[in-house]
Structure formats: structure tokens, C-alpha cells
């Protein structure tokens, strides 16, 4: 049974920096894409940024393109995602899941329980 547990979220001032972790753990994900999401209130959640398992491949939604860097770390099954100026429209519940290929959507229709990321102006 996949696992993923998302850390590192918080309260943090706009144009600040916060590190968020995505620990995986129940398969094995070589060869395939990991992604952060996120959902504000009162908004569907939506795709961040995604990259392949090899860590050669990454794509961004445009509106954080410059500012949020993803990661991976395969000997720790971990993927990270660095968001730098944060601004508050980024205030959501942060999420990770398996993207399918080539696309913005995730494979698992279970969510694990996120992590806060609030930015105050």
C-alpha cells in the first residue's frame, strides 16, 4: 500500500522560504512522476510542479515557475519542494501523490493528510 506523508508547511511572511517533504514508502516508484498539489479554501485542488523518479524532468504550474524549485531524493524515497517569495495566494494545504505521465493529474484518488502552508501579507 502506498504511503506518502507530507511535511515541513507553516506560517511564514510573504516573501519568505519554507522546504516542504514527501516521504513515499510502499512500492517501488522508479520510472514513475511525483507531484505537489495544493487547495486553498473554497478552491479545488490543483497541480504545483511534478517531476520524474530519475529527477531529470520537472514542469511547473506557471504561476509559481521561478520561485518553487521540486526535488527528489531516491535512496530516501523523498521529494521535496523549495517555495521561495511566497506570496499569500499560496496559502493552501499542500498535498503529494504519483502524477501520471505526462500530465497534471494524479494517479491516486487518496490523499494523505497534507501539510499547511499559510503566508501572511
Known amino acids: 500500500q502506498v504511503q506518502l506523508v507530507e511535511s515541513g508547511g507553516g506560517l511564514v511572511q510573504a516573501g519568505g522560504s519554507l522546504r516542504l517533504s514527501c516521504a513515499a514508502s510502499?512500492?517501488?516508484?522508479?520510472?514513475?512522476?511525483m507531484g505537489w498539489f495544493r487547495q486553498a479554501p473554497g478552491k479545488e485542488r490543483e497541480f504545483v510542479a511534478r517531476?520524474?523518479?530519475?529527477?531529470?524532468?520537472?514542469y511547473y504550474r506557471d504561476s509559481v515557475k521561478g520561485r518553487f524549485t521540486i526535488s527528489i531524493d531516491n535512496a530516501k524515497k523523498t521529494v521535496y519542494l523549495q517555495m521561495n517569495s511566497l506570496k499569500p495566494e499560496d496559502t493552501a494545504v499542500y498535498y503529494c501523490n504519483v502524477v501520471r505521465f505526462g500530465t497534471m493529474t494524479s494517479v491516486y484518488d487518496s490523499w494523505g493528510q497534507g501539510t499547511q502552508v499559510t503566508v501572511s501579507s
Open positions: 517531476i520524474s523518479w530519475s529527477g531529470g524532468s520537472t
Open positions: 510502499g512500492r517501488t516508484f522508479s520510472g514513475y512522476t
